[in-house]
């Protein structure tokens, strides 16, 4: 008995080698949905479709699915530099100064809005 390995005679492959290639397998298909995170995909789809449709398939699903979109955008807002008030319109001039006797300038600000 010269193999102590437990080898398929008719094909040569060992025990070990299906082990490493089911390792490989699952920690592919973890290590994708790992980085779909920050995809539209997310992890769990992605975990499913790297595991039951093969981790190729799951990397071109990874590839194929776009970055999740950060529902950050900035909208504009004018900031009246003496009362402080923020308005969503410009004006030439605050309007709540305006009413006091003051002409101020409104200052542009930008705000990120989720
Ligand atoms: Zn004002």
Do not use: N
């Amino acid at each position: 008995m010269k193999h102590l390995l437990l080898t398929d005679t008719r094909t040569g492959v060992t025990a070990e080698l299906i082990f490493l290639l089911v390792f490989a397998y699952v920690l592919w298909a973890i290590l994708l949905a790992f980085l779909a995170r920050k995809k539209e995909i997310g992890s769990f789809r992605q975990l499913l479709i790297s595991l039951f449709l093969t981790p190729v398939v799951g990397t071109l699903f990874y590839l194929g699915s776009g970055d999740r979109k950060m529902e950050i955008y900035q909208v504009t807002r004018y900031q009246c530099k003496r009362c402080k008030y923020v308005f969503t319109e410009e004006y030439t001039y605050c309007p709540y100064c305006q009413k006091d006797g003051y002409e101020v300038e409104l200052e542009k600000t930008f705000k990120d809005m989720t």
